[in-house]
């Protein structure tokens, strides 16, 4: 059996730990390497304060030294933003029809699903883990829990026995860490020591975009 590979999407803005433990436990619990996915931003939407350049230098700094947390540049390398069906198509292209392709999405990202270009096609390309905190339940849409309902699983081993169209329910450790929080001290001129990789801190470099 090949091994998934799962795919974190976002805009690291900066990374922080919040982004590398989820990543880290959905990569355990699913036995399956993760991809951090930086994003390009759509021009409606307010732009990164780091530069797509800035933004990988802090991801591959972070992710140096193992193995399975990776870095995956492919939507910065397309120069403009792209719709995740069209970058599970790209992978599917590249990795072939059987290999398992896992898509992480937070709760609420989940939630919003309906209103994502052609939805429903995601679940022919991929699995959708949805990354839950324990005791907080975000409610669906009619049309996605119906889309869902048959879906379901509480084996991670049918998303390795299978290439897509399950949904798994991954609760992760809730830190309310986000990369806001971590630009706003930045930018008040405050530490954000243990709240971003050390290795962020390690090279002055890395977080000069965010210090005023
Ligand atoms: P911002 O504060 O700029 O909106 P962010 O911290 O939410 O950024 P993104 O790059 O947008 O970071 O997030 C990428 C992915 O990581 C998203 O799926 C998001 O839900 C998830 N994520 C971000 N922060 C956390 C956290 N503290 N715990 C769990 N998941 C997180």
């Known amino acids: ?3 998934p590979i799962a795919i974190l999407g976002g805009t690291f803005d900066p990374v922080h730990i919040g982004h590398l433990r989820v990543a880290l436990e959905a990569s355990e619990a699913l036995d399956a390497p993760v991809r951090l996915m930086p994003a390009h931003v759509p021009p409606h939407r307010s732009a990164p304060v780091a530069n797509p350049a800035q933004r990988v230098a802090m991801l591959r700094a972070s992710l140096a030294g193992q193995d399975h947390l990776q870095l995956d ?10 719709y995740t069906v069209d970058t599970l198509r790209q992978m599917r292209g590249e990795f072939g029809a059987e290999r398992s392709l896992i898509l992480l999405l937070g709760a609420d990202a989940f939630a919003g699903l309906t209103t994502w270009h052609e939805w429903r096609a995601l679940f022919d390309l991929a699995h959708i883990a949805v990354m839950t905190r324990p005791g907080h339940d975000t409610r669906l849409p009619a049309e996605l829990a119906t889309e869902i ?3 379901r699983t509480r ?3 049918d998303l390795h026995t299978s290439p897509c169209g399950k949904l798994f329910d991954l609760p992760v450790t809730p830190l309310e860490i986000s990369a806001s929080v971590v630009r706003a001290l930045l930018a008040a001129g405050r530490d954000p020591r243990w709240l971003v990789p050390d290795a962020l801190l390690a090279d002055p ?8």
């Open 155 to 157: 084996s991670a081993t």
């Open 1 to 3: 059996m090949i091994e």
């Open 149 to 151: 309902a048959s879906r």
């Open 205 to 212: 470099g890395l977080l000069a975009p965010y210090r005023s």
């Open 73 to 82: 540049t492919r939507e910065l390398d397309r120069r403009e933003p792209s």
